[in-house]
């Protein structure tokens, strides 16, 4: 078993729908990453948390520590965020198999 | 601040060739890492540095070498190179445990 779940794998949507991508782990951390990666492009930093909720523009992240479980949501989706969503924690930075986001308009 | 900076962007090998690829940062930042990424696969850890000197291996470490001999640079050696080496390789770095990620624009290597 992986030390840190991402799901779904794949995920499609219609441009405006509200967009969740969750991410467990089973180590103990000291913080999480969300990355966005486009196709065939590098990849961005979106938040970095160790507890709580942080909002940037139309993108939340969410982390509930005691459930070793975190969420990244994208309210009003936009074809632009097509991208693989990737989960990542530290210490051992460890990274989740990726969420492949598709949105048609 | 030009943050995570790797070089080169692309390269063609021929198998037992070798080369380095470069990552510097300006950031003072103490941990640097490098991973490789397959075509449609996720990010696999080669090798990871907590500070000037110190080097360790991660999931992937064969075939490679790495160095720490500044906080700044964190050089990655191919040596023989061989096909399965094919990939994008991506370094990145951050201050300590809970700081934001920082990453470099990738190498794309192809060996043939």
Redo the contacts between chains.
Sequence with gaps: KNEVEQSPQNLTAQEGEFITINCSYSVGI??L?W?QQHPGG????LF?L?SGKKKHGRLIATINIQEKHSSLHITASHPRDSAVY?C?V??K??????TRLQVFP | NAGVTQTPKFRILKIGQSMTLQCTQDMNHN?M?W?RQDPG???K?IY?SVGAGITDKGEVPNGYNVSRSTTEDFPLRLELAAPSQTSVY?C?S?T???????????TRLTVT
């Design positions: 000291s913080a990453h990355l590098g990849i961005v930093s970095m160790s990737i990542a530290t210490d930075l460890i990274f989740g198999t990726g | 941990y890492y991973y696969m996720g990010l850890l990871y991506f990145a951050m300590v445990y809970n700081s934001p990620l920082h990453f470099g624009n990738g």
